[in-house]
């Protein structure tokens, strides 16, 4: 999708009237190119309105946008796809390393999840990338500015004026340049993706990183009888995050714990939370481990259409993700 168009009002759209447009903005859609973030069954309950009047909503933004040439078609051909991807801009991790395994660093326009068993580094990470994104291009940032997504509790501020300060920032600019959100439950937390698109516009984000996305899932839907269920949303909140990253140009980092699988007996007895839906849906998923040494951990990349396997090492030291010193 271009970017172009992205400023058309609701009220524009053939159809919508004082008060559907009243009723978007109040849900936090205020363009029409918004409208296309959203699936007619969800619209339908965010707006108090059928599926049917829902679905001829974003039949008609689709339209609308297609007909002034602001969309291509959803068929895209693979020099178009190449081009695409050649539009994506990347974040450092910190590490050499990391950023020649991901092919440049963290990508925008996509869901990049890290996934690991507890003191892995996934909340290292995301505060590292909360500052480097912040950067100038020049260094390896987007000269843009971060929301942190915490669900967890562990989002650190002092951790991140340890981080700015090692890497020779301003440590007050740096952490008013990041807006953090705690998420209290799965209701919650889909409410705040909700408010995502307008807290990016309107706060100049390159980054989003969600720490964790999936754990509170995994605490309020326990046992099988609650798996549907549980998939269900999941698999809505990974549709958002990937039409957001698309849409805003932004790089939205998740994090996953692992679960134990006791019944296997070979190989690595581990697998992130939330099955196939969470595996299909991310762009590029990434495995983290320990490794011996102290603060030593190691990243390999699972399952990429454009990365070939492989793994790397990197560190976890004061100034947040670096390479080991060797
Ligand atoms: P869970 O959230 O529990 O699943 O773990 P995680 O993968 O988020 O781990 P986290 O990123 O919190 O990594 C924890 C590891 O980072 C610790 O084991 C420490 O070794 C290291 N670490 C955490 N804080 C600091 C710090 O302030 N300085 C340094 N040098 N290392 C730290
Ligand atoms: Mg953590």
């Known amino acids: 999708m271009s970017n172009e ?6 009220r524009e759209l053939p159809g919508v009237g004082e008060v559907t447009a009243r009723k978007l903005k109040e849900a936090g859609i ?21 599926e049917e009047r829902a679905e001829k909503l974003v039949i008609t933004a689709h339209d609308f946008l297609r007909e002034r040439g602001l969309i291509s078609d959803d068929f895209i051909s693979a020099e178009e796809l190449l081009e695409k991807i050649k539009r994506r801009r990347y974040i450092t991790t910190g590490s050499r390393n990391l950023d020649n395994l991901l092919k440049g660093g963290i990508a925008t326009q996509a869901v990049t999840e890290f996934y690991g068993e507890f003191g892995s580094g996934k909340t290292q990470l995301c505060h590292t990338l909360a500052v480097n994104v912040q950067l100038p291009e020049s260094e390896g940032g987007l000269n843009q500015n971060a929301i942190y997504i915490d669900t967890e509790k562990t989002f650190s501020p002092s951790r991140i004026v340890e981080i700015a300060t090692a890497k020779g920032l301003n440590p007050s600019d740096v952490l008013k340049n990041i807006i953090v959100a705690r998420a209290y439950n799965t209701t919650h937390l889909l ?10 516009k309107s706060n100049n984000v390159g980054l ?46 998740i994090t996953n714990q692992v679960q134990a699988q006791p019944d296997i007996m070979f190989g690595d007895p581990t697998k992130p939370v939330g099955g196939h839906v969470v595996a299909h849906a991310v762009t590029y ?36 993700i670096t390479d080991p010193t060797t």
């Open 5 to 10: 168009g992205l400023d058309i009002d609701v």
């Open 208 to 253: 989003v990183a969600i720490d964790s996305a999936v754990a509170p899932f995994r605490a309020e839907y326990l046992g099988r009888g609650k798996l549907a269920e549980r998939q269900q949303l999941l698999n809505r909140l990974m549709h958002d995050l990937i039409r957001i990253a698309e849409l805003y140009d932004a790089a939205i980092v």
């Open 191 to 200: 409410l705040l993706i909700k408010m995502l698109p307008e807290k990016i």
């Open 30 to 50: 205020y363009t029409v190119r918004e409208l296309l973030l959203y699936s007619p069954i969800y619209l339908s309950e965010l707006l108090n309105i059928s």
């Open 285 to 320: 998923r990434i495995y983290l481990r320990k490794a011996k040494q102290k603060g030593l951990r190691i990243a390999s990349i699972v399952d990429s259409p454009e990365h070939p396997p492989g793994e790397t090492l990197f560190l976890i030291s004061e100034e947040g």
